[in-house]
Structure formats: structure tokens, C-alpha cells
């Protein structure tokens, strides 16, 4: 591909000697499981989040998961779950014994609909679970206001939002637990797996930072059974080289969607919307054409790569069969899994290019 999806290697290149020096200083401490450098991350990211706690975990499926059992949420209860999302969300409530009561979408935003979140709760019904898909905030308000009516928890997958605003306020305090992933690809991205959660309960993040360390605050000494999920110092150190340039990339990847809305008007694709109250931070840039297919072999044949996300809806997926869903059971999200195609965004995408993948989609008609 001349323009590809996403390039990885450009955004180290960009920050090469800080990564470098980061990765280094961890290697010459001599300190490889959690430790000093975990903990100034975690200081470091919750602060931008304006949350007063973060915990550092291996991943961002278990930071779901880990949410989900710090809440003691388990087998019997039922949790509210966009219809469309990456699978991740439905498979943190499938590990702690939980059902996925999933609700579609606003077929504006993409985001969980919250009009018809009330429908689906039940007696059983302990959380909901709300994405910031492509980096677009979910609109909060309406979700924290049934779950206060409700009794109900509400744990974010904020994967795709580092740095999103949701009516001026970051990202990461709004909910009881919010949970986010370092995978290399997301706005921010370690150079391997890392996730984390941020709370403001205090009790909620000294449970969880117990649960990731195999229930246990003193060595040999375990007072639940935990798991395995800490995040890797070196990945912390990659982290915090990379959290100051955040806003910056945020800004970048924000240039190119301005470029992208004014060169694509007037075709028959369908644009993001952007809600009055949303800061999205773009972690996909996500256009929806009944021609989908044709459109993204189009852009290939173009040299331009593009990704679907995500091509089968969760409740389709042979993981969840047992489920005995249709794709008629859940339209919404069965016509985005069919329209939806992501053209290439990310800091180190040149203007030019952002013009050339305009070219490319004008010049199929
Ligand atoms: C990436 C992602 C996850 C999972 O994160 P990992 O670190 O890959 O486990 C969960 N939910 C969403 C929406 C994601 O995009």
C-alpha cells in the first residue's frame, strides 16, 4: 500500500530517542515488574484524565474484566452492552459469568443509544457498559441518570477515547469504572500490550490493583484469588515518553478529519456526526456507503489501505452462537457491520496523503 491504514513504525521513528532512553532507563534499573516507573505512569494518567486514580494492567480486556469483578458482577446478572463494539466489551462480561444485554445504537453517533437503554434493563440487570467507539464520547448524562435511578454500575470501555472530552471534561472520572487499552494501535500505544483503569473511588482501584497482582498486596500473602495483569514497566516507560505528545497527535489526527469532512462533501458517503457536547479524538475516521465493498477495493486498487470496523457484529460471531441470534435481531448494528469502512488517520499521516484518499474515493464517482 503507498498510503497504509495505519503506520506504527513512523510514530516510534517520531519519538525514537525519548522511547529509546524510556525502554533503557527501565532495562538499566534493574526493576521489571511493576515498581517505580508503573507508578509514575499511573500518577501521569490519571492526572490527564482528571481522575483520582489509575491502575495498570496488562491489557484492555482485562481491564474490563477486572472492572467487572471489582464490582462483583458475575454469573446470574446481566450487563447492558452496545450492540455494535469491538468484541473485547462483550467478552470481559462473558469471562466473569455475566450475559451481554446488548442495545443498539444511535444511528447518528454509532455510540449506545440511551432512549432504549431502559427497555432492557431487568431485575438481573447490574451494569452498563457504554464504548466511546472511534474515539467519540457516548453521551453520559442520560446513561449515569438511569443507572443512579436504577442501582446500576456504570464501567466505560474508553479504548478508542484517550483524551476525548464529554461536555468539557476528560474522558475517565464520568462512571464508576472507566477501562482503557495501550494496545500499539490506539491513540496512545505502548510497543506491545498495556491497559489500565482510572477511578475515583479509591476503594474500586485498591481492589483492582489487587486483583491484577494475584490478590495480593504483600508478597506471599493472598487475600483473594486474583490474576496475572500488571502492566510492564517498560511499557509505562514507552507510555510516558508518548503522554505528552498526545494532545498534539490528538490535534493532527483533528487537522485531517477537517480535510477529510470538506473533500468528501457532497459525495454519496455518509460523514461522522459530531454531537454539540463531543471532543472526539479520532481513533478512527469512519464513513459509512451502501457500496462499501466496491469502495474499499477501489481505494486498494488506489494503493490506499482501509480497514472495516468491524466486519461481523458481536452477537454473529460463532463465540456467541450459543446466543441463537439473527442478523435480524439487531439491524443497527448488522447495517454498520455491512456500510462502515475506515480510511486512514493517525499523527503521522501527511496532508498530502489525507488528499490523495480523497482522490481515491472522488475518482470512483
Ligand atoms: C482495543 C479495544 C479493546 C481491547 O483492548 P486490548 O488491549 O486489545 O485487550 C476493548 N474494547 C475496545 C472498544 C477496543 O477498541
Known sequence: MRIPFLDLGAAYRELKPEIDAAVSRVLESG?????????????????????????????????????????????????????????????????VGAAPVPVEPDPATYNIDPARIADAITDKTRAILPVHLYGQPADLDPILELARKHNLRVVEDAAQAHGARYKGKR?????DVVCWSFYPGKNLGALGDGGAITTNDSA??????????????????????????????????VLRAKLPYLDE???????????????????????????????????????????????????????????IHYPIPPHMQKAYADAGCNSEDFPLAQSLADEMLSLPIGPQLSAESAQEVIKGVRDGG
Not at 474522558?171 to 462512571?175: L, Q, V
Not at 483492582?208 to 495480593?216: D, K, M, P, T
Not at 477495493?297 to 488506489?302: C, E, I, K, M, V
Open 249 to 307: 497527535w490528538t490535534n493532527r489526527r483533528r487537522a485531517l478529519v477537517e480535510a477529510y469532512a470538506e473533500g468528501l462533501r457532497g459525495t454519496d458517503l455518509i460523514l461522522p456526526h459530531v454531537p454539540g457536547w463531543a471532543d472526539p479524538v479520532w481513533h478512527l475516521y469512519v464513513v459509512r456507503s451502501k457500496a462499501r465493498d466496491a469502495l474499499q477495493s477501489q481505494l486498494s486498487d488506489a494503493g490506499i489501505g482501509t480497514l
Open 31 to 95: 526493576w521489571y515488574i511493576l515498581g517505580p516507573e508503573v507508578e509514575a505512569f499511573e500518577a501521569e494518567w490519571a492526572s490527564y484524565c482528571e481522575a483520582r486514580h489509575a491502575v495498570g494492567l496488562g491489557n484492555g480486556l482485562d481491564a474490563l474484566i477486572l472492572a467487572l469483578r471489582a464490582l462483583n458482577i458475575g454469573a446470574g446478572d446481566e450487563v447492558i452492552v452496545p450492540s455494535n463494539t469491538y468484541i473485547a466489551t462483550w467478552l470481559a462480561i462473558s469471562a
Open 204 to 237: 474500586l482501584a485498591g481492589r483492582i490493583a489487587l486483583l491484577r497482582n494475584y490478590g495480593s498486596r504483600e508478597k506471599y500473602v493472598n487475600e483473594e484469588p486474583g490474576v496475572n495483569s500488571r502492566l510492564d514497566p517498560i511499557q509505562a516507560a
Open 171 to 175: 474522558i475517565g472520572g464520568h462512571g
